[in-house]
């Protein structure tokens, strides 16, 4: 008995300085079986950090772990959004989230958090890098615990010298009511073109930051200047200007990948296990079931979904037929490759957003494990992920050699200080849109305009552009 409360007091202790478990990494490495292997060493539960895992329904697609997998773990913020709702973002994830392990904290518990939706578990993690919208779009600051020894002082000084001060400032959030209803009716009325239109009017900056089609990003930010009279532009600056830093500072990062070319396989007979345990009468049932009141820009354009569209357009009785049948084999093909390409881009992700800029911003600690042997990945790998999280909760530094190298790995090594980004511009030159007139294409990035440039296609324009122009 005694035993029992000293290890509940034990973990309350440890529980004060409010450690933090992230598990992240691409689809299809381990991700959601880590997570529960640590929350069930730790006294722990999982916050889901996944865009789909969210709503309800849709349990094979967005392979969510069953009740058997969960093996009695709590899971948080997962199969509880009406799927109607295209509203859900990542402020209302954040305020969610953070709600949860505020909750899980004051129980002696430890949070882990484990999704591959990369600005999700960004918008958790950092302070003060989003633009809000909770009636008057402004910026909130962190909790006083949350800030590093001295950031406080400093947002101080800088709202002095502004003739504000932190208290006057949370008077103006909780006093500013605004009514986006009807704006946002508005604008979900606008056709994309015109929406964008309206961007590059109001909002140059943002505007050429993003691509013309990501209809959902477009109208946020001319949703904000609507609401607020500034550009949504000059709101990211005054984020950055704060020198935001880690929310908690005591974060531990796993991120999870495979060799690629395992990984494509892996995901591709995924897809395989989704038909045999039953995705098409699932996508049929939910299809059904709302696609009289889904919208286009929502929902049906997410991966697992926006793949199928076609096939489920058809009749009950069409889907039965050959071409049924061909249009569904089309779905699995093509979300087989998107999931592959998704897998790429969460690689690039922790590569650019974390990595690159170890430079300019503030890192948690962060271990890279490697999940390509499968046979091997709870006899082998989690036990190794187990130890580092042993000695991070025990205020230990973690001894990365301690650890086997066939599984685990520090990210930052493979980053010289050649790759390092020490430039803060970057983040802006990184999503810059290009137009090219040769090839009448815009190219989103400056790493895909240097390639785009590179190109065989580009060249072969622009060299018949050349010799139209000397005829």
Same mark, same amino acid.
Request: with cysteine; charged share 30%.
């Given at each position: 008995?005694?035993?029992?409360?000293?290890?509940?007091?034990?973990?309350?202790?440890?529980?004060?300085?409010?450690?933090?478990?992230?598990?992240?990494? /691409?689809?299809?490495?381990?991700?959601?079986?880590?997570?529960?292997?640590?929350?069930?060493?730790?006294?722990?539960?999982?916050?889901?950090?996944?865009?789909?895992?969210?709503?309800?329904?849709?349990?094979?697609?967005?392979?969510?772990?069953?009740?058997?997998?969960?093996?009695?773990?709590?899971?948080?913020?997962?199969?509880?959004?009406?799927?109607?709702?295209?509203?859900?973002?990542?402020?209302?994830?954040?305020?969610?989230?953070?709600?949860?392990?505020?909750?899980?904290?004051?129980?002696?518990?430890?949070?882990?958090?484990?999704?591959?939706?990369?600005?999700?578990?960004?918008?958790?993690?950092? /302070?003060?890098?989003?633009?809000?919208?909770?009636?008057?779009?402004?910026?909130?600051? /962190?909790?006083?615990?949350?800030?590093?020894?001295?950031?406080?002082?400093?947002?101080?000084?800088?709202?002095?010298?502004?003739?504000?001060?932190?208290?006057?400032?949370?008077?103006?959030?909780?006093?500013?009511?605004?009514?986006?209803?009807?704006?946002?009716?508005?604008?979900?009325?606008?056709?994309?073109?015109?929406?964008?239109?309206? *961007?590059?009017?109001?909002?140059?900056?943002?505007?050429?930051?993003?691509?013309?089609?990501?209809?959902?990003?477009?109208?946020?930010?001319?949703?904000?200047?609507?609401?607020?009279?500034?550009?949504?532009?000059?709101?990211?600056?005054?984020?950055?200007?704060?020198?935001?830093?880690?929310?908690?500072?005591?974060?531990?990062?796993?991120?999870?990948?495979?060799?690629?070319?395992?990984?494509?396989?892996?995901?591709?007979?995924?897809?395989?296990?989704?038909?045999?345990?039953? *995705?098409?009468?699932?996508?049929?049932?939910?299809?059904?079931?709302?696609?009289?009141?889904?919208?286009?820009?929502?929902?049906?354009?997410?991966?697992?979904?926006?793949?199928?569209?076609?096939?489920?357009?058809?009749?009950?009785?069409?889907?039965?037929?050959?071409?049924?049948?061909?249009?569904?084999?089309?779905?699995?093909?093509?979300? !087989?490759?998107?999931?592959?390409?998704?897998?790429?881009?969460?690689?690039?992700?922790?590569?650019?957003?974390?990595?690159?800029?170890?430079?300019?911003?503030?890192?948690? !600690?962060?271990?890279?494990?490697?999940?390509?042997?499968?046979?091997?990945?709870?006899?082998?790998?989690?036990?190794?992920?187990?130890?580092?999280?042993?000695?991070?909760?025990?205020?230990?530094?973690?001894?990365?050699?301690?650890?086997?190298?066939?599984?685990?790995?520090?990210?930052?090594?493979?980053?010289?200080?050649?790759?390092?980004?020490?430039?803060?511009?970057?983040?802006?030159?990184?999503?810059?849109?290009?137009? /090219?007139?040769?090839?009448?294409?815009?190219?989103?990035?400056?790493?895909?305009?240097?390639?785009?440039?590179?190109?065989?296609?580009?060249?072969?324009?622009?060299?018949?552009?050349?010799?139209?122009?000397?005829?």
């Amino acid at each position: 008995m005694l035993r029992s409360v000293l290890r509940q007091l034990y973990r309350r202790i440890r529980m004060n300085d409010k450690p933090l478990i992230v598990v992240g990494g /691409c689809t299809g490495t381990g991700k959601s079986d880590l997570g529960i292997q640590v929350a069930k060493k730790f006294n722990g539960e999982v916050i889901s950090a996944d865009s789909m895992q969210i709503y309800k329904g849709l349990d094979i697609v967005t392979n969510k772990v069953t009740d058997e997998e969960m093996d009695g773990i709590p899971h948080h913020l997962m199969s509880f959004h009406d799927p109607v709702d295209s509203k859900y973002n990542i402020t209302r994830f954040q305020e969610a989230a953070l709600k949860v392990m505020e909750d899980i904290w004051a129980r002696g518990k430890l949070p882990v958090i484990v999704g591959g939706t990369a600005y999700y578990v960004e918008g958790v993690i950092y /302070c003060d890098n989003l633009v809000k919208a909770a009636n008057a779009l402004r910026v909130f600051p /962190c909790a006083p615990s949350a800030f590093l020894p001295g950031r406080r002082a400093k947002m101080d000084k800088q709202l002095a010298a502004q003739g504000k001060t932190r208290n006057s400032e949370l008077a103006t959030l909780s006093s500013g009511f605004y009514e986006i209803t009807e704006i946002r009716k508005r604008l979900e009325a606008m056709s994309t073109d015109d929406l964008y239109a309206k *961007l590059q009017e109001v909002d140059p900056v943002s505007a050429a930051q993003v691509h013309r089609n990501n209809r959902f990003r477009v109208m946020r930010a001319v949703e904000i200047f609507e609401i607020t009279g500034k550009p949504k532009s000059e709101h990211i600056a005054a984020v950055g200007a704060m020198d935001t830093g880690l929310r908690f500072p005591k974060t531990l990062m796993f991120h999870l990948d495979s060799d690629p070319a395992v990984l494509d396989e892996r995901l591709g007979k995924r897809i395989d296990k989704m038909v045999a345990r039953g *995705l098409k009468a699932e996508l049929e049932e939910f299809y059904d079931q709302y696609k009289s009141r889904l919208v286009d820009h929502g929902i049906l354009q997410s991966i697992g979904i926006k793949e199928y569209l076609p096939y489920l357009a058809l009749s009950p009785e069409e889907r039965k037929t050959e071409l049924g049948e061909k249009k569904f084999a089309a779905g699995n093909a093509e979300l !087989t490759l998107h999931t592959i390409q998704y897998a790429k881009k969460q690689r690039l992700w922790f590569r650019q957003r974390f990595l690159k800029r170890k430079s300019i911003r503030e890192l948690p !600690t962060v271990l890279a494990l490697d999940s390509s042997i499968a046979s091997n990945f709870f006899t082998e790998l989690v036990p190794e992920a187990l130890k580092a999280v042993s000695t991070f909760l025990d205020n230990k530094p973690i001894d990365i050699s301690a650890l086997n190298p066939a599984y685990v790995s520090d990210p930052l090594a493979s980053i010289d200080a050649e790759t390092a980004i020490k430039e803060p511009g970057y983040a802006k030159r990184a999503n810059a849109i290009h137009v /090219c007139d040769v090839c009448e294409i815009e190219i989103h990035g400056e790493n895909g305009w240097t390639a785009h440039l590179a190109g065989k296609k580009h060249k072969h324009f622009a060299k018949r552009r050349k010799l139209e122009q000397v005829a």
